[in-house]
């Protein structure tokens, strides 16, 4: 897996040692820490259900909840609303933001090195941002505010996807993983028809009538074809050429290091700068 591989070569850095970085792994371990969280956030709330059950006490979020209520069905996020999986999934999400805007900065430096490298870094940004943002869902509960729980998740679907996609198509086609084309345009269609769906739905809801009018299984079809992509998208991405780092001892303004020689920039001076 992309994370427990970015966890070792860490690990394994060292003075007088080069460390290869792929950007693009760092997109694709968010992905699957994402998936890690969503398996191990139901393991943990189908287990307090078990126990809720066992001891007679009314806490059955699987059977009704204000997301259900609103959508028809147990969007896949139910999982981690509620204690003790919020507690895990939260940590977890902060390890994704981390992985997320990693590659946003990686593939900035990429791309001043090399200036025929693609450069989107305005919809990097908002994309990391949205990751951002995203962490109000364990901030806010749906008891407390069904509508902005779930729309702090509805724009990372949105920003993701746009993300995405303008990385894709500023890059040169000869790049394009095999399968590239169908995915986005799959990735697309369930970014557009979930993030739809779940805006209809939670501004057609009452409390007299229940959900909106779009059926649960369209809506559900949506969700769950929107994490499979996520989960999968960073292997998709076009690809480019990764950075390599080389630790040293350098002196700085209060430490000099023995027998170091000087570098040809020095502090932020390039040699023939004014």
Not at 132 to 152: D, G, K, Q, R, Y
Not at 208 to 218: A, Q
């Given at each position: 897996?992309?994370?427990?591989?970015?966890?070792?070569?860490?690990?394994?850095?060292?003075?007088?040692?080069?460390?290869?970085?792929?950007?693009?792994?760092?997109?694709?371990?968010?992905?699957?820490?994402?998936?890690?969280?969503?398996?191990?956030?139901?393991?943990?709330?189908?287990?307090?259900?078990?126990?809720?059950?066992?001891?007679?006490?009314?806490?059955?979020?699987?059977?009704?909840?204000?997301?259900?209520?609103?959508?028809?069905?147990?969007?896949?996020?139910?999982?981690?609303?509620?204690?003790?999986?919020?507690?895990?999934?939260?940590?977890?999400?902060?390890?994704?933001?981390?992985?997320?805007?990693?590659?946003?900065?990686?593939?900035?430096?990429?791309?001043?090195?090399?200036?025929?490298?693609?450069?989107?870094?305005?919809?990097?940004?908002?994309?990391?941002?949205?990751?951002?943002?995203?962490?109000?869902?364990?901030?806010?509960?749906?008891?407390?505010?069904?509508?902005?729980?779930?729309?702090?998740?509805?724009?990372?679907?949105?920003f993701g996807y746009f993300a995405y996609a303008a990385n894709f198509v500023t890059?040169?086609?000869?790049?394009?993983?095999?399968?590239?084309?169908?995915?986005?345009?799959?990735?697309?269609?369930?970014?557009?028809?979930?993030?739809?769906?779940?805006?209809?739905?939670?501004?057609?809801?009452?409390?007299?009538?229940?959900?909106?009018?779009?059926?649960?299984?369209?809506?559900?079809?949506?969700?769950?074809g929107w994490f499979v992509c996520l989960g999968v998208q960073g292997y998709m991405?076009?690809?480019?050429?990764?950075?390599?780092?080389?630790?040293?001892?350098?002196?700085?303004?209060?430490?000099?290091?023995?027998?170091?020689?000087?570098?040809?920039?020095?502090?932020?001076?390039?040699?023939?700068?004014?």
């Amino acid at each position: 897996m992309k994370f427990v591989s970015i966890i070792q070569k860490r690990a394994s850095a060292a003075p007088g040692k080069s460390m290869i970085l792929n950007p693009e792994d760092y997109a694709a371990a968010g992905g699957e820490l994402l998936v890690i969280a969503m398996v191990l956030s139901w393991v943990l709330t189908r287990l307090g259900y078990k126990e809720s059950r066992m001891l007679a006490v009314d806490h059955d979020i699987i059977k009704d909840n204000q997301l259900k209520r609103r959508v028809g069905y147990n969007n896949l996020c139910v999982g981690w609303d509620m204690a003790p999986a919020k507690y895990f999934a939260g940590p977890i999400f902060v390890g994704i933001v981390f992985f997320e805007s990693r590659f946003m900065q990686l593939s900035y430096q990429r791309a001043a090195i090399d200036p025929s490298s693609n450069r989107n870094e305005i919809t990097n940004f908002f994309s990391t941002l949205s990751w951002m943002v995203c962490i109000l869902i364990f901030v806010c509960s749906p008891v407390e505010n069904a509508t902005l729980h779930t729309f702090s998740f509805v724009q990372l679907v949105v920003f993701g996807y746009f993300a995405y996609a303008a990385n894709f198509v500023t890059t040169d086609v000869k790049y394009h993983p095999r399968g590239s084309h169908v995915f986005i345009g799959i990735f697309g269609f369930f970014s557009l028809m979930f993030g739809t769906c779940a805006v209809v739905q939670f501004l057609m809801y009452s409390e007299e009538t229940g959900p909106g009018p779009i059926p649960w299984w369209v809506t559900a079809t949506g969700d769950y074809g929107w994490f499979v992509c996520l989960g999968v998208q960073g292997y998709m991405r076009p690809r480019a050429p990764s950075l390599r780092l080389d630790f040293a001892l350098t002196s700085d303004d209060d430490f000099q290091v023995l027998g170091e020689r000087k570098p040809a920039v020095e502090s932020g001076r390039t040699s023939g700068s004014p």
